[in-house]
């Protein structure tokens, strides 16, 4: 799947993604009223990844609206609507218009690093995070996935708060806070200061993640974290996630889809022939 943030405002890019070989795709997140976003420099490239404060850009759920009918007369794959809010109420009534204008499932962003009084501080209190879940999941009659911070001391707990809501799979993980400084300057280079770290730097914790919440609860799980090549994605099945999502490579190349498809195939295919060569072998010995 195509990763929330990433090519994700406009029905065209979204079919871009899709005809590149994408099994699904998640908008940019988007809220109850437009939002400007921060000021630049909004993304910096940092060692094996990118750093962003985009600050949630997006042009409010009733103007959105009308590029998710415009996206589904085009799309082939299911369409995933990102929502965010600042209460339950919000989130309920974003993902209501998201639905009735076509979304086949919504993700709650209850992670975003460094947006005040929305994502992750929705998303690292249990208590919170049940409220937006139960409002949601009441509100809706499509599948809700909740997309998980990685900055928690135990993500299992909130996985718990949001299956015990009613989530129907959780996406692990958003991006790692973090920051950059130009020491030539010697000031910091994004204008918000903090951001979210993304791509291959972020892999090994996001897989740890994945690992945690899989070996707690029987919910499907979406990796999310560095997934580059086929080999990460794999990594991201032993894991124990259904599926993956890719983010920061697609930034890089928007292809990037096939090859993973095709990699995850040829794979299996070796595998599933070992296996057999081993269960021959052992019969005839
Ligand atoms: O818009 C952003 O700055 C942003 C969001 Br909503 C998010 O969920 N994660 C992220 O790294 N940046």
Redesign the pocket.
């Known amino acids: 799947m195509l990763a929330s943030?990433v090519l994700g405002y406009s029905a065209e890019s979204l079919n871009r993604v899709a005809k590149a070989g994408a099994g699904a795709v998640v908008t940019k997140?988007v809220g109850n009223a437009p939002r400007m976003g921060y000021a630049n420099p909004t993304v910096v490239a940092a060692e094996s990844g990118l750093i962003?404060?985009?600050?949630?850009p997006n042009p409010g759920i009733d103007v959105y609206s009308e590029e998710i009918r415009f996206s589904k007369t085009l799309l082939r794959v299911p369409l995933i609507v990102s929502v965010?809010g600042y209460t339950a109420e919000d989130y309920a009534a974003v993902a209501t218009k998201a639905v009735l204008a076509g979304a086949d499932a919504v993700e709650l962003?209850v992670?975003?690093?460094?947006?005040k009084q929305t994502?992750a501080e929705i998303g690292q209190s249990p208590k919170l995070l049940s409220e937006v879940v139960l409002r949601t999941k009441d509100a809706i009659n499509k599948p809700l996935i909740v997309k998980l911070s990685p900055n928690v001391a135990d993500i299992t707990a909130l996985a718990q708060a949001a299956v015990e809501a009613g989530a129907d799979a959780l996406t692990a993980v958003?991006?790692v806070k973090a920051m950059a400084i130009d020491a030539e300057t010697m000031l910091p280079i994004l204008a918000n200061i903090r951001g979210?770290l993304?791509g291959a730097a972020i892999k090994p914790m996001a897989l740890r993640c994945v690992y945690d919440i899989a070996e707690s609860f029987d919910v499907p799980i979406i990796g999310c974290g560095g997934v580059t090549d086929w080999r990460d994605a794999v990594e991201f099945f032993l894991a124990g996630a259904s599926a993956v999502q890719v983010g920061t490579a697609v930034a890089e190349n928007p292809e990037v889809f096939n090859a993973i498809t095709r990699g995850v195939e040829t794979y299996l295919r070796k595998k599933k022939q070992k296996e057999r060569n081993r269960n021959c072998w052992t019969r005839t010995t």
Not at 111 to 115: E, K, L, N, R, T
């Open positions: 943030g997140s962003n404060a985009m600050g949630l965010f962003n992670s975003c690093p460094h947006v994502g958003n991006t979210g993304s």
